[in-house]
Structures are given as C-alpha cells and as structure tokens.
C-alpha cells in the first residue's frame, strides 16, 4: 500500500552578501554597493486532489530546494532561489520525525489548495550597504547567508470517504462497492484480494456521497496482523460505517464482535462510529436457511441487521437508502458552524539576546547574525576585525561581558573571530 512513506527535505541556503565598493571614473572615492544575497528556497507540501497516492514519493525520497544566488556589485541583489513544491492528496497527515524520540505532528492536510511550508529557506546574507554608519564610511563587512533547514517527516495518507465499509477478509465489501457505485475493486473469492483502499461515489437521487472499501481484518490487526494498521488507519475519517458479516459464515455474531473488538483496541473513539450492520450472501442456501437464526442472535445485542446479496444486488437499493438517510441525520447532528472565526494576532516574539557561555579561559558569544556577519567577512583584514569589534559592541555591549564575567586576558569567541579581552 502505498500510503505511508518518509522522505528528507531541505531548504535552500541563502546566498551570501558582497563586501564592495564603486568603481567608477572620476568617483575616486567611491562608497560602498555590496547587494544583499537573495533567499533560499522553501520546500512548500500541497494538496492536489489530483494526487491519490504516495507512490511517487517512494520511488524519491530526498527534495532539496535551490539555493538563492550571491550578492552583486551595484546593490544588486542576489536571485531568490526556487521553492520546491511537493504535491499530496488530500487526507494526508504530515509529521516531522527528524528527532525520532520527539515526533511533532505538523499539520493534517484535507482540502484542495492547502499548503505547509515543510522547511524554510534561508534569509539572504547583507552587504556591506547595511553597515554603513556616521562612524564608518566604508564597512568591509557583509554577512553569509542563512543556512538550510533540514528534516525527515512522515507522510502518512488517511481516506477521506463519508462511509467505510469494514469486516473480515472475504466478507464481500469490494463486491458490495462494486454494487454501489461504478468502482472496478478487484474481485475473488479469497481472503485478502483487496490490498490497499479501494473508493467509489454513490449517486442517490439529488445526493451522493464516497464509499470505500477498506482492506479486510483478522484477529490481532490492532497489534499489526494481516493488514492491521493499513486496515484501522483509514476508517478515522469517516462519517458512517457499514459494517459487512458474511451470512454463510460458522459464527456471524462472533465476527461481527472480532471486528469491534480490533476498532476499540486501536482507538476507543472508533467504537463511537455510527454503524449499519449487514448480512451479505443471502444469494447461498446456506445463509437462507439461517436468517431466522442470525435474526435472534443480533437481537441479543440490540442490532436489526440489513440482509443483502452484494452477488445478485437484491436489497442493496434499500441499503443505499439506509446510508443516504444516515448520513443526512449526522450532518444534521454536526452542523458546520457558519459563525466568522476571530482573528488572533501574535505579537512576534521578542529577540533573543546574545548567550554567552564560558570554556576554561575562553567566552564563547552565540548570536546568528554576528556568528553570519564574521563568516561572511575577511578576519585576517585589520581593518575588518576593528569593524567586527565596533559590531560586536553594539549588538553584544561591554557591559553585557563583563557581567558574564569577562576577565582580562580571556578569550572572547565568535564563530573564527577571537579577541582578547
């Protein structure tokens, strides 16, 4: 089944800012005209209802967007680099698993046109335009681009139908749904024949709603048997379940209470379903003779089951309406409310400051755009390691290091740029 599937995604780096000045005749002193580097780009999931499945996604597994290109002389900025846009179908949920032991679900994404930036491309570094003060006329300093974000989400499909036809293996439900609608499932007399979910619309009257035929059960799915997961994971999202019990079988009311029993395992919230128990095969001798018997049975448990022939078709008309009238009562039950959602605005939060920590007779300053700014920048310069220090005044404050407790003689470190105190 091709629903469930993990792939890495990065982002692009941002493109490094320009440390430069013009050149121009007759301008002998020329100030300074690094552009910015431009952005990086992101790598964006998308639902398409065209897409229905995740098999693409494990053919390629590893989505790398463009990086955004370097700052130009001129204040030219650098070009942005493309986003990656990946397509999904809608039902899937996308969790980040880049730290296995701290899963983070992201977002479960049902309806066409919704987007998640999956992973954020890197800002652009600055030029040296940006560092131009009263002070200093001609900055030598410019910044390097953001780097990548990296991560490994799961990418996990859940059907979105209005009813979900359950029951064990060989119960009849491709046949049921074949019945129902103009699906094709495939279709024999053997356990297991449908290996991954299988939908089809019922058209009743002016109405009309997505049947889907789930792959069977066995004993233990809740725990991953058969197909287990593949079977109780797709049945989350739907609205109604017609619940299909082969009539020719040895213990009808006992299947129908396995099945249960394997919904309440996996999630207790499934057994809050509301469910349309059928009996299928009244087409053989065998379920005929019984009906009256398998009648008495049900009764036991409160249930007035539906008898149908899935083969022949005979009853399935009045199962549609059953359905279709069922569903008309939830929605009734759960209207969607039309009331204008409040808007809710978030300050954005407020930077960080500088973290000094101290190694033996060294303090270490980690601050990004400081950490960017001495990257991007030629240390080895004198002139340039003066600006650096004038930087690092302003953002960091001798008296922010002193009380992290700054002694003479003490190391100072940002990224390669050391100084001593």
Same mark, same amino acid.
């Given at each position: ?193 449908t ?12 109405s ?30 739907? *609205? $109604?379940?017609?619940h299909?019990?082969? &009539?020719? @079988? ?6 129908? =209470?396995l +099945? ?11 057994l809050?379903?509301?469910q ?25 448990e ?6 149908i ?32 959602e ?22 270490l ?6 950490? *960017? $700014? ?5 240390? &080895?310069? @004198? ?6 220090? =004038?930087? +690092? ?29």
């Amino acid at each position: 089944m091709f629903d469930r599937v993990k792939i890495s995604v990065k982002s692009g780096k941002g493109g490094d800012g320009l440390a430069s000045f013009r050149h121009e005749k007759f301008v002998p002193f020329g100030g300074p005209d690094g552009g910015d580097g431009g952005k990086g780009g992101d790598v964006i999931l998308l639902v398409d209802i065209n897409e229905d499945t995740l098999k693409k996604y494990y053919l390629k597994k590893e989505y790398v967007a463009e990086n955004g290109k370097p700052g130009q002389h001129r204040k030219k900025h650098g070009k942005s680099g493309k986003n990656l846009v990946l397509r999904i179908p809608p039902g899937t949920v996308v969790t980040d698993i880049t730290d296995p032991d701290n899963p983070q679900i992201l977002a479960d994404m049902d309806t066409e046109g919704d987007t998640l930036v999956a992973a954020k491309g890197g800002k652009g570094g600055l030029g040296n335009t940006h560092f131009t003060s009263s002070t200093n006329q001609a900055p030598r300093l410019a910044s390097v681009g953001e780097g990548a974000e990296e991560k490994i989400l799961k990418l996990e499909l859940k059907l979105i139908a209005d009813v979900g036809i359950i029951g064990l293996p060989n119960a009849g439900k491709s046949s049921l749904l074949s019945a129902c609608s103009g699906a094709k499932p495939k279709i024999a007399g053997y356990p297991f024949t449908t290996l991954e979910p299988e939908l089809g619309t019922v058209v009743k009257g002016k109405s009309a709603f997505v049947m889907a035929d789930i792959p069977g059960l066995i004993e233990g799915a809740a725990d991953g048997k058969g197909l287990g997961y593949e079977f109780l994971r797709h049945i989350i999202r739907t *609205r $109604l379940l017609v619940h299909l019990i082969d &009539g020719s @079988a040895p213990k009808p009311l006992e299947d129908f =209470k396995l +099945v249960n029993q394997e919904l309440k395992r996996y999630d207790t919230e499934l057994l809050y379903k509301q469910q349309i128990v059928v009996i299928n095969k009244i087409d053989k001798s065998e379920t005929q003779a019984r009906i009256g018997e398998i009648i008495r049975e049900f009764a036991t448990e409160g249930i007035n089951p539906l008898f149908i022939s899935a083969l022949t078709g005979e009853g399935v008309d009045g199962l549609v309406d059953r359905v279709d009238r069922q569903l008309t009562r939830i929605a009734a039950e759960s209207p969607v409310s039309t009331s204008d959602e409040k808007k809710v605005f978030k300050p954005e939060p407020r930077k960080q400051a500088p973290l000094i920590k101290r190694e033996n007779d060294k303090l270490l300053v980690i601050e990004p755009e400081l950490e *960017r $700014l001495v990257a991007g920048s030629d240390i &080895g310069n @004198a002139e340039v390691r003066r600006q650096l220090w =004038k930087m +690092v005044e302003r953002k960091v404050g001798v008296k922010t290091l002193e009380k992290a407790g700054a002694m003479p003689g003490d190391l100072i470190c940002i990224g390669d740029f050391e100084w001593r105190w």
